[in-house]
């Protein structure tokens, strides 16, 4: 039997903690000083100023909401329980004790977001899919794990961009890269980086065969202004060339699709998927951006590690997913795995990531 009482002080009790480390009082403030610069009748003379302002102001009062719906349900849960207890009312027991399982995964979810303090956690996100060994059906797995990626992310009501698609000739495609927009997008898909395995009977197999085919799964920041990642032009090349669709027909008639190699790292960013050579180019730009953004903090990361000698390693491959002989989706770091691999590949994976945020953190 669950203690009631017990279950609602502990998520009463982590709660609060969760409302002190976000801050609320601060988040309240800073909704007050947004709102005071959203409403200045010239915002809209710098768009990507005001842009920014909004987006900000919309995602704070979000969060804002969020916590203190959450506060009003778990005093609400309480008051209710004590209610019951005083009148001897069995129904009102019955509606607590069903509101205890959705109270504790709504505060679990905030819980996790205090994990995310890195200096990039807080910004969009920018996903990049690549088939790897498995032929045919690596290039359809890569396009699997782009679809559960965009359905998880419709799911939340996060909108997404896909920057560029490199289809595959026979089936799926060779890589893909998109933009996920929702505050800490990257801190949260962050732990989704890696390779992932699957097992199948293949489908292009005419033998019916199982198969084992790998993607590779890469999650950058999106950069921002106040980045200020440095990219004179003598350091990048600029080819263009006609976009193509599924199977190499082409989808426009101009030159219009644009690939930079940046030089001294041989990075190679494209994106063709706008309709004009410009904005394509911004878009490719801003990819590039974030490469070396990441770059950048990927080796002051290993200054940090070599001087801590931490030695920790997340290793490369980090989850399978079986679809025969039997059904499984597995995390290799966190062990947290399902048996409902389909529900998985549609876009349910927050348990999986949260296994993974809380995994990092202890690491």
Known sequence: MTDVPAELKELSATLSS??????????????????QRASA??????????????????????EIRRIEDLRRRVDDAQTLWELAEAEDDADSRTEVEGELEPLRKAVDEL???????????????LVTIRAEAGGVDAADWAEMLMRMYLRWAERHGYPTDV??????????????????????????????????????????????RRQTSFA????????????????????????????????????NTTDSAVRITHLPTGIVVSCQNERSQIQNRASA???????????RRQEEQAALDALKDTGTSWG????????????????????????????????????????????????
Do not use: C
Not at 220 to 248: K, T
Not at 285 to 295: D, I, N, T
Not at 321 to 339: F, I, N, S
């Open 285 to 295: 730009m801003a990819v590039l951006q974030a490469k070396l953004l990441e770059r």
């Open 216 to 251: 590779g799964v890469e999650v950058l920041p999106v950069v921002e202004q106040s980045d200020h990642v440095d990219i004179p032009e003598d350091d990048i090349r600029v080819d263009v060339y006609r976009s193509s669709g599924p199977g190499g027909q082409g989808v």
């Open 41 to 62: 009748p010239d915002l809209w003379d710098d768009p990507d100023n005001a842009q920014q302002v909004t987006s900000r102001l919309s995602y704070v009062q979000g």
């Open 18 to 35: 969760v409302e002190a480390v976000l801050d609320v009082d601060r988040l309240r403030r800073d909704a007050a000083e947004l709102e």
């Open 111 to 125: 819980e996790v977001r205090t994990l995310l303090s890195g200096a990039y956690d807080s910004r969009d996100a």
């Open 163 to 208: 920057l560029d698609t490199s289809y595959a000739e026979e089936a799926g495609i060779k890589s893909a890269t998109f933009e996920i927009h929702a505050p800490y997008a990257y801190g949260t898909l962050s732990v989704e980086q890696g390779t992932h395995r699957l097992v199948r009977i293949s489908p292009f197999d005419n033998q019916g």
């Open 316 to 363: 490369n491959q980090m989850r399978s997913y079986v679809l025969h002989p039997y059904q499984m989706v597995k995390d290799l770091r966190t062990e947290h795995e399902v048996g409902n691999p389909q529900a998985v590949l549609d876009g349910d994976i927050d348990d999986f990531i949260e296994a993974g945020i809380r995994w990092r953190r202890s690491a």
